[in-house]
């Protein structure tokens, strides 16, 4: 049974910190790219960060700097550590999973990636 479960959203001022996580069952992370993707309200979701088998990494530009994704294989666990957060970056976070690893371009693109977690909402205040 292959599930996907987030956790450490919750409500802050902008400015503030917050690091989500995304733990893994039914697979094993280190042989997929795992992501980080969101969705406001009324909006497209969107890619945030991925990370690759090799441990590459991808950031939309809109976080780059601000937000760093990272997994603990031996946790089957992946992160994003969110600093200085902006009111923009209010959205339903969702992590995700694409067996075989990051595609050759478009990695941040949603259309690939096969496994989704439920979302935890992210929501930073003015």
């Known amino acids: 049974q292959v599930q996907l479960v987030e956790s450490g959203g919750d409500s802050v001022q902008a400015g503030g910190s917050l690091r989500l996580s995304c733990a893994a069952s039914g697979f094993t992370v280190s042989n997929n790219a795992m992501g980080w993707f969101r969705q406001a309200a009324g909006k497209e979701r969107e890619g945030v960060a991925v990370i690759g088998i090799s441990g590459m990494t991808k950031y939309a530009e809109s976080v780059k700097g601000r937000f760093t994704i990272s997994r603990d294989n031996a946790k089957n666990t992946t992160y994003l550590q969110m600093n200085r957060l902006k009111p923009e970056d209010t959205a339903m976070y969702y992590c995700?999973?694409?067996?075989?690893?990051?595609?050759?371009?478009?990695?941040?693109?949603?259309?690939?990636?096969?496994?989704w977690g439920q979302g935890t909402q992210v929501t930073v205040a003015s």
């Open positions: 995700a999973a694409r067996p075989g690893g990051l595609p050759a371009k478009d990695a941040l693109s949603i259309a690939t990636y096969k496994y």
